[in-house]
Structures are given as C-alpha cells and as structure tokens.
C-alpha cells in the first residue's frame, strides 16, 4: 500500500513539474519588447502602454514599460533600463534626455548587441548634452542607431514645418509589396507636423516606406519628406523608424497597423494574416509643459 501510495505522490510530482515547466517553456517563447519612454511632449508613455496592452493581449508578445522618473519632464532618470539585458525589441520614444553614464551604457551595450530597435519621433534628437559634456557623442544616437538625423538642427537643419500644420502620408510605390504595409492605406493623414530630414538623411542603405507631404506648412518651399523607413545599422541591427508619433497618430488605424506588423518584422515574425482590429488609443496632445 504504502508503494502504491509513493508511486501515486511520484507521478503527481512529475505532472506538476511537466505543467511548470511547459508553463516557463510558453513564456520564454513570448519575445520581450521594452519600451523607453521619455519625450516631454507627445505623451509617449500614455501611447505605448496601449499598444504594449494590445500586443500583450492579442499578438503574443511580452512587453515592459519604462519611463523618465518621476514624470515625462524629467531628463535625467529612466529606472529599469537594465530590462534591456532580456529584451528581444527595443523601442524608444525620446527626447532631449540627459541620462547618467551607467544608464546610457545599457542603451549602448544594447544597440552594440545587434538586437532590432524601434524609434518614433523625437527620438531622432532623444538626447541634449552640453556641448564638452562628457556623453555629448550620445546626441547623435539617432544617426547611430537609426539612420536619421544626428539631433535637431546642425549641418542636417533637421526642423519641421508649423505646429499649425498636418501631414498627408502615402505609401511609396517602390515599397508597396513591403510585408511592413500590410493592410496600410494607400494614403492616411496624421497629426504630426512634418519633419525635414532630407537630403542627407534616411542614411544609405535605408527602404523608404512612407511619404510625408506637409499640409498647411509654415514655410512655401516645404519639400515631402519619408516619414518611415527600415535600415541596418552598423551594429547589424534592424531598424523600424517613423518620424510620425503626435498621440493623435495613435488612433490611425493605417498608423497602429504600420506599427503593429513593424514590430512583427522586426522580430522575424510573419505578419498577421487576420488584423485583430482597430485599438482605442485616446489620447489628447499635451504640448511641452511643466
């Protein structure tokens, strides 16, 4: 009896640990996408943490949030970055950040890593150091990490075109067959106002995706600009980049799609045959304040 008893608790003990394990194998298989959020204008850490929703709830992925600490206004604090050790996907969404050397040498170590990377908007000048500051290199990291710009202004003149104005996007011919535009429409308009980065930038070697043409620009000699395009980086990773990224963008529905099988592609993913619909991202434009 006593045998029978053993050999019953022995097999319950192999079944719980064959449930825990294929519990943890489940999980591992999820890719973990972390987001860095930090922009003091677009509200880029209310945007994501939907998508982040979206992506947990009907695409399969794990995800993590991290924020300038204590508010988006705060440029030289994002706790946790060492998150991007696990990550699978980065995505940044910054701006004019002066992070601490040991927090910017987990963004480093990362990009160095070959792993893909994400930026929106103003991660194209995510960092503002002093000139002869000591991480003042990090002020070009979007030219680094994503083929725009090396920040605002300089030799690029990297500016946009009124705050007053809105942009019409279109899907470029060449790239139409891109797995990316699955499901975007040909045209849609956004609410960022659009931002020059030609001539010199997307760098060689970038696919446009998308065009920008400004409407109700402040300036009459306002050229179409690519508002997203893929690249590799120098460190071999891929890159998803868009320009596009006013909290109103997130309610596009062509907008959160291009988003959304970017991060599919990115991971190696195919694309979602069946779109799960549209997300209800909400949220209002707040400008730079205190």
């Not at 947990?56 to 924020?67: A, C, D, H, M, V």
């Not at 970017?262 to 209800?280: C, F, N, R, T, Y």
Request: charge should be positive; glycine fraction near 8%; proline fraction near 7%.
């Amino acid at each position: 009896m006593k045998k029978i008893i053993f050999l019953f608790a022995l097999q319950l003990v192999v079944l719980l640990v064959s449930k825990v394990q294929a519990h943890s194998g489940a999980k591992a298989k999820k890719p973990l996408i972390v987001f860095v959020c930090g922009d003091h204008e677009y509200s880029g850490e209310q945007t994501l943490p939907l998508l982040a929703a979206e992506l947990e709830k009907n695409y399969g992925f794990r995800t993590k949030i991290l924020k300038s600490y204590p508010d988006q206004n705060a440029e030289k604090n994002i706790p946790g970055l060492e998150a991007l050790e696990e990550a699978d996907l980065a995505v940044f969404f910054l701006r004019w950040r002066q992070l601490p050397a040991d927090q910017l040498a987990h963004i480093d170590k990362y990009m160095r890593s070959g792993k893909p990377m994400i930026g929106f908007r103003t991660t194209t000048h995510s960092f503002n150091f002093p000139k002869g500051h000591e991480s003042e290199k990090w002020n070009a990291f979007a030219e680094l990490a994503f083929g725009a710009p090396p920040g605002w202004g300089g030799k690029a003149n990297h500016t946009h075109y009124g705050h007053e104005s809105t942009t019409d996007v279109s899907i470029i011919p060449a790239a139409a067959a891109n797995p990316i535009l699955t499901g975007v429409a040909p045209t849609f308009h956004v609410a960022s106002w659009l931002y020059k980065v030609q001539p010199d930038y997307p760098a060689a070697g970038a696919q446009w995706l998308l065009m920008g043409k400004s409407v109700n620009p402040n300036n009459p000699k306002a050229i179409e600009n690519p508002v997203a395009w893929t690249w590799k980086n120098s460190f071999g990773g891929k890159v998803f980049m868009t320009t596009m990224g006013h909290p109103e963008d997130f309610a596009v529905e062509s907008f959160q799609r291009l988003v959304i099988n970017a991060i599919h592609w990115e991971l190696g993913k195919k694309i979602p045959k069946k779109w799960k619909g549209k997300v209800d991202i909400n949220v209002p434009y707040r400008g730079i304040k205190p």
